[in-house]
């Protein structure tokens, strides 16, 4: 029954899981002094004969801080499989009224989450769907690539506006607020007025907004470089027929012998300097 647990913890076993399964606190103390099982956390161990892997770091850290903690923001994210790689540092909410200190390698967020804010996956806690997505996409390397994917797949904006208005004075609640006003419309509108500010701080003349090439207006353009540039909203808002169109309009432009960059949200507000310095590198060419 050892075994089978750790094969399903991914190594990591709790003193508690041990005892479970009738194991004596003394039997676990043996193995410790032995170097066979390492100590992670207060009453949580590594059975050191496999590799440690993300999987059991996140579970590690969060089983560190107690029955009640659970996965949150990018290791949750990471968990349900929203992102590629595990965040550094494990983001663990706890209960308001815990105690117990922060460990090694997690953040703690002190707070007491509603039940249908929290799940069980692959035996451990963490915030529901909804809330990890707002929470995520408005952490560092998290971003609206999170919320828009998730959109697509498996959650309606309703949802996470929900999530976002049950949690209101977290951590990161301005961000996921603007994240979710901007898919809400698209994001195109708010894009395009960042790329103004930018285009405007960065003193690069000769561009023009909702120029005419052919029979079609593209978003800005720098006529003299022949340079259009398309401002792309939120892919969830987008179907087939969106999709064939933009390929269509965008082949017959290049055909005009027009050079087409195309930006996203993401774009604008995670690269800014790198949208610049692509936009130098075309207008320059």
Known sequence: MIDELLKCHDGVITLEQACSV?????AVQRRVA???WRRCGPGVYFVDDRRFTDAARVRAGVWS???QAAASGLAAAWWHGLT???PEIVEVTVPRNSNGRVHPGTRVRRRDLQPCDVVERRNLRTTGLTLTVVEAAARRRGGSAIMDSALQKQVSLSELWQAHLRHKGRYGAPAARR???????GARSQAERLLVQLLRNASLPGWRTNYKVGRYRVDFAFPKSRVAIEIDGWAFHS???DFQHDRERQNEIMV???QVLRFTWLDLTAYPDRVLATIRAAISA
């Not at 009738?22 to 003394?26: C, F, L, V």
């Not at 994240?179 to 419309?185: E, I, W």
């Open 65 to 67: 801080h107690g029955a």
């Open 84 to 86: 590629k790689f595990a």
């Open 34 to 36: 032995a170097g066979r």
């Open 239 to 241: 179907d087939r027929a």
């Open 179 to 185: 994240l979710l006003q901007a898919a809400d419309d």
């Open 22 to 26: 009738g194991m004596s606190r003394h």
């Open 256 to 258: 005009m012998r027009w």
